[in-house]
């Protein structure tokens, strides 16, 4: 049967260039986010929050460049002089080569991650994106860490600054020991600001890192709308968790 392309299941043992112990998930990939929504929904997840950077202190058409590495609760300049609201997420570049690399420890560079405010190069919203590349010449990917080791599916969107190419991205799925359990390419061309890129993926084993990489070494990549989602606990707390997720989505919309 021909999977359709906005949903995709795979089942990943060991997947072929992860280098360390073995780890088996099944996988799902979404380029939609509706069916993803849905499939969060009947999987019996719960949405523990959603990073939508817009409470960043970024001039309207700004772009606000920062260190290395963005993080809950941890100050990092003007821009989140409190840090993240998302307690258990972490941002950082990744300087190894090649996409799905291994973690990076963080950058010292002051500008390795820029906010981009609504107006500034096409963008509709407050994103968080890269700059090593394009300020240092250092092709980098971008991390999206989860510290809490309990989510079990994750959402974003991607974004690309018009005039700084239209490759794809290749994104690493890591478990929380850091071992690869799957990947996902997106073939160029892509669309650039205001569009944005959806990425979901569903697993059955808590997810610890995303590896975002662009094959473009000058294109200043970003995200958008982190959706992290955790699997219900059972069974005593099921009930109380779900209604307090039914809240949540109800507010969001």
């Known amino acids: 049967m021909r999977t359709p392309p906005r949903f995709m299941l795979v089942h990943a043992l060991c997947a072929p260039l992860a280098a360390t112990s073995a780890s088996s998930a099944d996988i799902a ?35 606000m460049p920062f260190p290395d590495y963005l993080t809950g609760g941890q100050p990092n300049g003007p821009v989140f002089p409190e840090g993240l609201m998302s307690a ?64 079990t599916g994750i959402g974003f969107e991607l974004s690309r600054f018009a005039g700084f190419g239209d490759a794809g991205w290749t994104v690493g799925i890591f478990d929380v020991s850091d071992v690869l359990i799957g990947q996902y390419t997106f073939a160029g061309p892509v669309s650039t600001n205001p569009a944005k890129v959806f990425f979901g993926v569903w697993s059955t084993v808590p997810i610890g890192r995303i590896n975002i990489f662009d094959p473009d070494p000058i294109s200043p990549d970003a995200v958008d709308d982190i959706q992290m989602w955790t699997t219900v606990p059972s069974p005593a707390p099921v009930a109380l968790l779900g209604l307090a997720g039914i809240a949540t989505l109800r507010r969001r919309r």
């Open 88 to 151: 258990n997420l972490t941002i950082q570049t990744n300087r190894l080569p090649g996409p799905l690399a291994p973690v990076d420890v963080p950058s010292n560079n002051p500008q390795a991650l820029f906010a981009l405010g609504p107006g500034a190069f096409g963008s509709n919203s407050i994103k968080v994106g890269e700059d090593l590349g394009i300020l240092s010449g250092v092709h980098c990917s971008i991390d999206l860490i989860f510290g809490s080791g309990d989510k």
């Open 29 to 63: 990939y979404f380029t939609e986010a509706g069916p993803f929504h849905d499939q969060m929904l009947a999987s019996s997840k719960i949405l523990k929050g959603i990073e939508d950077f817009e409470y960043g202190i970024v001039q309207q058409q700004g772009k």
